[in-house]
């Protein structure tokens, strides 16, 4: 006998084809229906994740509020997932990812106290493999998904257990069919979870409620499960919930076959589009980051309200991850409203990491020469290059700088935003250790003599003693040459490929963006626009039809980092862009940066979306 447990739950997007406040207006409406459900259905059982939801019904109907209260006492409302909002699960930060948690679970402990121990993502577009990782850290067990679905990837069962890369695990169900149903009749969804289901386990979740726009059960549902108890031969169909269903199946763990890589994909197109989302979103996520660790370095220089400001703007933050919102798939007018959240979130994280700073610096000593000081908000080692624009009254400043120890300290003078005056940013390398400071000092005093620095240019290059960058003709914008004269790429270079691009905004149903190449960027003009003993920068025009678009390929003195920065005026309609980097030699092995950590993929031509890194 195979027992069915009946997860009765209402998907709900709260921006999606809809803007926010329509959202909030769905959470209420959702769990009032939800509620009256429970109050005439004795045997029903809702499942709700989410702790936006539950916070917006507390804010704005006390009354509903207290309900739910009492329904999760009994242990018919249950609460799973336990995080801010169902997010993607591939583009935020490990950071983030571990935020949705110590923001939301302490939350659901005080005000149901519930420990939430069941993961819940069940309509995220892939699943990056440290999520288990994460969850375990956190005190969960379990986690449950849908997507890549059946057709998507192949899994060796609907209920497994997942295996990060630091071996940490949880179990999982994939939904076979889908989390919501707007049909009475639910036939179709049992069998598709009895078609999956181990006789040796002997229990499957049916997931069931009309969702997107929320919802929940209707009532016709629930009095047809209740018609149909015993009409599926060698089944039980009970009114139950991902908790009640996990700890039924845990006594067979050991047998569960064992997946140890991501769940991917579902959309690939979710990663390249709405740029503009997607860059506001990690200035909030390390803006606040910063915040944090100033906080935890100064604590003594600490504003007022902190702790609240600060989890108030991880709210806004998170609450844009949610997975119609950061994969680029809502309303156009939706992203405005992205935009001022995120925006008020860096904000925020900016005033505080100033203030901190600061009321930091007040403690230094006199000194007779300007000084900048720099901070390293960070838990991680900073060894890069600093810029600063120091106030010289409209002079030019042609003195030196010096560490510490009075040693001397190259800078570059390159150009700042304004045009209007002499080029007066300064660039100069240095190294901070994490939650560090250094105190560089701008003195006019006779300069010692500076290193010799490895930098040269040419008419259409640069070059250090390691690489030499020379632009290219027609298609191929740059070559890059090893100082053994060996190419970097083959004899088509680096270039920007232009492909027509008909699927939808998520790209459904493709794993790769494989359609006719149309064009190509074509090199118009090359200028060497910095040459100096920190760094020298070659920037190329190029253009397709009415597109546009400027890189700059860097070097640094005596460094083998090579710097690639690149702006596009797109105008291609229904076409993407591919920047092509095009390898000498074999590629045998490929590891890319993920959320936590990094995994294998294969060097295929897939789409895969990264964190940070590839090698």
């Known amino acids: 006998m195979i027992k069915v447990h009946l997860v009765g739950n209402a998907h709900l997007d709260p921006v999606w084809l809809w803007r926010w406040p329509a959202g909030v207006g769905e959470a209420i409406a959702t769990c009032r229906s939800a509620v009256e459900c429970l109050d005439e259905y004795p045997e029903f059982v809702f499942t709700r994740s989410d702790m936006w939801l539950h916070e917006q019904i507390e804010k704005l109907d006390p009354d509903l509020f207290e309900r739910i209260h009492e329904y999760v006492k009994t242990g018919r409302w249950q609460i799973v ?48 493999a440290m999520i288990p990782s994460f969850l375990r850290d956190e005190g969960y067990d379990s986690y449950v998904m849908m997507r890549p679905m059946a057709h998507e990837k192949e899994l060796p069962a609907s209920l497994f257990r997942w295996r990060s890369p630091d071996g940490a695990e949880v179990i999982v169900w994939r939904i076979p069919r889908a989390y919501t149903a707007w049909q009475e009749d639910l036939t179709d969804h049992i069998r598709a979870s009895l078609d999956v289901a181990d006789p040796d386990i002997g229990h499957v979740m ?141 904000d925020n994280a900016d005033e505080i990491v100033n203030h901190v700073l600061f009321r930091c610096m007040r403690h230094l000593s006199e000194d007779k020469y300007q000084r900048i000081v720099a901070f ?45 005056d002499t080029k007066s940013l300064m660039l ?44 290219s003709q027609g298609n191929s914008l740059l070559k890059i040459i090893r100082n053994d004269g060996t190419e970097l790429f083959d004899e088509k270079g680096l270039r920007i490929l232009v492909q ?76 993407i862009g591919k920047l092509v980097l095009p390898l000498n030699g074999k590629i045998d092995n490929r590891l890319d940066g993920i959320s936590g950590g990094y995994v294998p993929r294969p060097q295929n031509g897939q789409e895969f979306p990264l964190m940070d890194w590839t090698s």
């Open 81 to 128: 997932g336990g995080w801010y909002i169902q997010p993607d699960c591939n583009l935020p930060t490990a950071e983030s990812f571990r935020k949705h948690m110590s923001i939301s679970k302490p939350y659901f402990k005080e005000k149901f106290g519930v420990d939430v121990t069941v993961g819940y993502n069940v309509d995220s577009f892939g699943h990056n």
């Open 206 to 346: 049916c997931f069931y409620g009309v969702g997107d726009h929320g919802g929940g059960p209707t009532k016709k549902q629930i009095k047809w499960l209740m018609d149909h108890k015993n009409s599926f031969s060698g089944a039980e169909l009970v009114f139950s919930h991902p908790r009640a269903f996990f700890d039924a199946v845990k006594p067979k763990y050991e047998q569960l076959p064992i997946v140890d890589e991501e769940l991917q994909f579902h959309a690939i197109g979710c990663y390249t589009v709405v740029h503009e989302l997607k860059n506001n979103m990690r200035k909030a996520e390390h803006g606040l980051i910063s915040a944090e660790k100033a906080l935890k370095s100064y604590p003594e220089e600490a504003p007022k309200d902190t702790d609240v400001k600060i989890t108030e703007a991880w709210k806004k933050t998170l609450f844009n991850q949610f997975h119609d919102i950061y994969a680029g798939t809502s309303l156009a007018s939706a992203y405005d409203d992205s935009r001022d959240q995120l925006g008020s979130a860096r």
């Open 376 to 420: 390293n908000m960070s838990d991680h080692h900073f060894k890069g290059y600093l810029k600063h624009e120091p106030w010289f009254m409209k002079r030019s400043f042609d003195g030196w700088m010096a560490d510490e120890e009075g040693n001397p300290v190259p800078f570059q003078r390159i150009q700042q935003e304004k045009v209007s």
């Open 428 to 471: 100069w390398p240095g190294n901070i250790k994490p939650g560090g400071q250094r105190v560089f000092q701008l003195r006019t005093d006779e300069a010692p003599e500076m290193p010799e620095s490895d930098l040269e240019t040419s008419e259409n290059g640069i070059s250090n003693q390691l690489w030499k960058i020379e632009a």
């Open 500 to 575: 027509q691009d008909n699927s939808d905004t998520w790209s459904h149903g493709i794993d790769r963006f494989r359609e006719p190449v149309v064009g190509e960027f074509n090199l118009k003009s090359v200028y060497v626009e910095e040459s100096g003993p920190v760094r020298a920068s070659l920037r190329i025009e190029a253009e397709m039809d009415e597109s546009h678009l400027s890189l700059w390929a860097r070097l640094y003195n005596a460094s083998p980092h090579i710097e690639l920065y690149i702006y596009m005026d797109w105008r291609q309609k229904l076409q």
